[in-house]
C-alpha cells in the first residue's frame, strides 16, 4: 500500500465516531450534577420538521407544493436496566413528574460536548423477557432548539 493512501485512509478513520463513545447525560433537579444513564447500548436523536401542504387549484403541472414548518427532535435511548443507578432513580422520579430536564450528549472519548436542550421524559418502559436481560428504554421530547454545541460559541468567561 501506498503511503499516501494509508495517510488518506487513516485521516478518514480518525474522523469518524464509534457510537459507543457517545454517552446521554442528564443533569439532576439541582441542576448541579451531570449523570451518564447507567447500562445505555443504544442512542437516537431525532430530528425532523413539518411540511405545510400549499398546493392550490392553479398549481401547474399536478404537482403538490410544500413549504417547511416548524422543527423538532428527540432522542431515543435504551440498555442494561441498572435499577438502583442515580440514572435510573432520577429517571423514575421524571416519569412520576411533569417537569423538563436539560440534557446533553457526549462524545466520551473526545471529551467534547456535542448537543445539549430540554426535554420531557415521554416514555419509560422496562422489558423483562424471559431469555436476557432486563432491559430499558426511554424516549424524550425536546422542547425549544437542540443546540449543536460543537459549533455554539462560548461566552467569555468575565
Partial sequence: ???????????KLNK??????????????????LIAIAGQQGLTINRDK?????TSKDTQGGWKENV???KEWSIDN????????????????????????LIKVTNQKTQT?????????TSYPIEAPYDDAVT????????????????APIPPVA
Fill in 136 to 151: 430499558y428504554s426511554i424516549s424524550l421530547t425536546g422542547t425549544g432548539a437542540l443546540v449543536d454545541l460543537e459549533d
Fill in 50 to 54: 413539518d411540511t405545510i401542504e400549499v
Fill in 16 to 33: 469518524a465516531i464509534a457510537g459507543k463513545d457517545i454517552l446521554l447525560s442528564l443533569w439532576d433537579v439541582t441542576g448541579n450534577t
Fill in 78 to 101: 435504551d440498555g442494561v436496566y441498572v435499577r438502583d443507578h442515580d440514572s435510573h432513580k432520577l429517571l423514575a422520579t421524571l416519569f412520576d413528574g411533569d417537569d423538563p430536564v
Fill in 68 to 70: 417547511v414548518g416548524m
Fill in 1 to 11: 500500500m501506498s503511503q499516501a493512501l494509508l495517510t488518506e485512509l487513516t485521516g
Fill in 113 to 121: 460536548d456535542m448537543f445539549g436542550g430540554l426535554a420531557l421524559l
